[in-house]
């Protein structure tokens, strides 16, 4: 259990939760839009390029959480061939400035696949109307936005030797 009290451990646990959680939510949102516009492409696949707009947008929370967990490797110099010790706190700092593109990516991604699934059926009704409902879906990114910033923010703001 040694592992605990090394900061490296911790950032990286938490730069693997906010690619894996938020990864997760966007292919679970991603099926759900999926699952609700299958039915509609076989019956009318000319609203494909409509259907494919509403299918993207619970993704972004995936490439979101990757981009926190690629700045997290970056700081601790990974890719640079010699890699940053952080200290414990820094490293649990670093841990925590991933949580919110963890957990918000995780529930935000689900909730705009329900958002977008439901606007499948604007498109079956009304194909016209289609962008209210993308609109609608759309107002849900913004909190995966928001926990995208909050991230990036806390993680170039710790330092890498705190508590020394």
Do not use: H
Request: aromatic share 10%.
């Amino acid at each position: 259990m040694e592992f605990l009290s090394s900061g490296i451990f911790w950032a990286y646990l938490g730069a693997a939760l906010a690619a894996l959680l938020s990864g997760i939510g966007s292919a679970k949102g991603v099926g759900i839009v999926g699952e609700a516009a299958s039915g509609l492409i076989a019956e009318d696949p000319s609203k494909f390029g409509k259907l494919i707009i509403l299918e993207a947008l619970p993704g972004t929370q995936g490439i979101y959480g990757l981009l926190i967990a690629f700045l997290t490797i970056l700081k601790l110099n990974v890719l640079g061939g010699d890699p940053v010790a952080p200290t414990l706190l820094s490293g649990v700092l670093i841990f925590a400035a991933c949580l919110p593109m963890a957990f918000v990516g995780l529930f935000s991604a689900i909730s705009q696949g329900r958002c977008a699934a439901a606007a499948v059926n604007i498109l079956t009704k009304r194909p016209n109307e289609v962008f209210k409902g993308v609109s609608l879906a759309a107002v849900v990114e913004t909190y995966a936005i928001f926990a995208l910033l909050i991230s990036f923010l806390m993680l170039w703001f710790i330092p890498l030797n705190l508590g020394m």
